[in-house]
């Protein structure tokens, strides 16, 4: 058994042409599940799966370029025909309901009960669909995030979500066979380190270096960088296997047997 990995979105902040915001779909152990939500992933999840089967949303944090296709899946399942069997799992922060009923105009995110239900993340959180383990894990951003690390069947793959350098993102990606990352920023602002709420390409490289990954994925580049230039950059501190995330890549992980150092 394996994970397969489709690439829906990578951009930031905004989507582009043909180019949506972050968004995943990860497949495994006879589960699927959508992983962020960014503006249009949701076209393009369409393309790979009827997201009325989907098993699970996992959410890293609630900036709209992470979250705010979930209001396309609201309407795609309330009043698209795409409804659901049952109440999709939605694993994001806790404020995520009161996301969703203030948009909606709602006190609260009841109104959604019979087609997601929402469960808050935190720090250590584990879990399974079907053969899929999803455990995430708190990072460090400028709001409540998490990177995601799933697994199945020996293989792993981790996902930094949006975060700064962190010691959690190494504990999260030890040993995976493919790490996707982020390598948002040419370089921190002023240099403080307050400011680090993303990673420069040799942030991302070093992490992945420190983890002892199979393969580096680079994503979610920002537009101070070409996602040339990042992928180059956290290559060569890297030292390993390092590949750029586009939209409509599908990739196969499998398990290598334990980290790579």
Known sequence: MAITLTVLGTASPHPGPGRPCSGYLLSGGGAEVWVDAGPGSFAELQRYTDPARLSAIWISHLHADHSADLL?????FAYGGLTPP???????PEACGQRLAGFFGRPDAGFLDGILDLRPLRDGAEARFGGLRLTSRAVVHDTEAYGLRAECAGAVLAYSGDTGPCAALT?????ADVFLCEADVDRHPGGEE????????EEAGEAARRAGVGELLV????????RESATARAAAVFGGRTFTAREGDVRTVRGAGGPRR
């Open 171 to 175: 504990r999260l990606a030890d040993g």
């Open 219 to 226: 994503t979610h580049v920002g537009p101070t960088l070409t």
């Open 72 to 76: 396309s899946a609201v309407y795609g």
């Open 194 to 201: 307050r400011t680090r709420v993303h990673l420069t390409p």
């Open 86 to 92: 049952r109440p999709v799992p939605v694993l994001a």
